[in-house]
Each structure stands twice: as structure tokens, then as C-alpha cells.
T-cell receptor, first 115, second 112 residues
Framework: DTGVSQDPRHKITKRGQNVTFRCDPISEHNRLYWYRQTLGQGPEFLTYFQNEAQLEKSRLLSDRFSAERPKGSFSTLEIQRTEQGDSAMYLC?????????????FGPGTRLTVL | RKEVEQDPGPFNVPEGATVAFNCTYSNSASQSFFWYRQDCRKEPKLLMSVYSSGNEDGRFTAQLNRASQYISLLIRDSKLSDSATYLCVVPISSGSARQLTFGSGTQLTVLP
């Protein structure tokens, strides 16, 4: 399978703990995006990488959130001191090129539950 | 006003019916638009892109009205497999990048 992969698929944690998610994009895709989706809503943009550079961060991304893409390949999203409001599906997407019409391919997501 | 607004749904239609979803967007500078489909507990997948006045792909037709900032998706001859949430998506320029801004989605259930 050469699609976008995410790990883990599910994560249950206690409030206050740190969690880290991984995304492996499609290999030739230079752009990588993180989104958050809550029940009944569409995905909300969190942050975006072009190669290894993080070029955009949403206001939704508080100081407790950090994302990296160290070698321009896989990316990690870390949430420190998790809160119950962080419970959501975290989606990663990737695409190639600069044109806005290039399709973003989504991974299966990591479902986070904060108890 | 939200950047992308969709019919809240849900839409419950019998097999074979024609159903239309509406979407309005606030950024008049947006040039391209998308409809994504999301099955329950799955990731969104691109259904159609819309760059000019409209696009047709089999049973699916997307139309764009730039003057009214309005996009629609028409599904003809609905199949049970069309049951899903349909997300209206608008790229909106922000900072150095174009971000995809998603509507909240419209849920469709096609009934036998």
C-alpha cells in the first residue's frame, strides 16, 4: 500500500499525558498537512510543511502542540499535557507540487481519546 | 459568517433518487473548489474538483456560481453505496500557503 499511513490508529490517554503521532506521506509528496476533526465537523487545518519547513500554523495549534518533519519525509505531531478537549481524529494529508488543485491524499487518521 | 457553509442535512433518500447539496463560501478570491466524500470513521477522499462553471463525472455533477459564491453537488440515480458525508472544500490563501477549508459536511443516507 503506497498511500498515506498514520500510527497509531487509536490512542487513549489520561489528561496531562503527552502523546505523539506519526504520519508517513506518499513518498514523492513534498507537502504535508495535519488536520483535526471532531464529531459532526469537517477537518480543521492545523499545520503545513513544504519538505522539512513548517510554513504555516493555525491559531488552533496552541503552545502544547508541536509538529516536525525532520528530513522532509515522515512527520510527527506531539501534544503535551493533553486535555479532554484534545479528543478528536487527527488526520494527515500529503500532496505533490504547488498548484492548489493538486489533490490532497489523506491518511486513515489517529483517533485520540483523552480521559 | 463561516468561510464554508453547507446544508446541515441529513438527507435520507430512496435508491434511484436525485439529490443536491449546496455550499456557500465567503472568500471571493477562491479559484478552485472540491467535493470530498467521507465514509463513516474513514478518511476524506476526493470526489470531484471544480475549476470553471462546473464538472460532470458519471452520476455526479458539480456546479459553480462565482457571482453568488455558491457550489452545488448533484447526484443522480442514487445508489446505496453513495451513503456517506459529503464535504465542500475551498482552498483559501493564508500566509504562505493555500489551506483547504472544509465545510461541516452533509450526511447522505440512501435507503433501499
Amino acid at each position: 500500500d503506497t498511500g498515506v499511513s498514520q500510527d497509531p490508529r487509536h490512542k487513549i490517554t489520561k489528561r496531562g499525558q503527552n502523546v505523539t503521532f506519526r504520519c508517513d506521506p506518499i513518498s514523492e509528496h513534498n507537502r504535508l498537512y495535519w488536520y483535526r476533526q471532531t464529531l459532526g465537523q469537517g477537518p480543521e487545518f492545523l499545520t503545513y510543511f513544504q519538505n522539512e519547513a513548517q510554513l504555516e500554523k493555525s491559531r488552533l495549534l496552541s503552545d502544547r502542540f508541536s509538529a516536525e518533519r525532520p528530513k522532509g519525509s515522515f512527520s510527527t505531531l506531539e501534544i503535551q499535557r493533553t486535555e479532554q478537549g484534545d479528543s478528536a481524529m487527527y488526520l494527515c494529508a500529503s500532496r505533490y507540487g504547488t498548484a492548489s488543485y493538486n489533490e490532497q491524499f489523506f491518511g486513515p487518521g489517529t483517533r485520540l481519546t483523552v480521559l | 459568517r463561516k468561510e464554508v457553509e453547507q446544508d446541515p442535512g441529513p438527507f435520507n433518500v430512496p435508491e434511484g433518487a436525485t439529490v443536491a447539496f449546496n455550499c456557500t463560501y465567503s472568500n471571493s478570491a477562491s479559484q478552485s473548489f472540491f467535493w470530498y466524500r467521507q465514509d463513516c470513521r474513514k478518511e476524506p477522499k476526493l470526489l470531484m474538483s471544480v475549476y470553471s462553471s462546473g464538472n460532470e463525472d458519471g452520476r455526479f455533477t458539480a456546479q459553480l456560481n462565482r457571482a453568488s459564491q455558491y457550489i452545488s453537488l448533484l447526484i443522480r440515480d442514487s445508489k446505496l453505496s453513495d451513503s456517506a458525508t459529503y464535504l465542500c472544500v475551498v482552498p483559501i490563501s493564508s500566509g504562505s500557503a493555500r489551506q483547504l477549508t472544509f465545510g461541516s459536511g452533509t450526511q447522505l443516507t440512501v435507503l433501499p
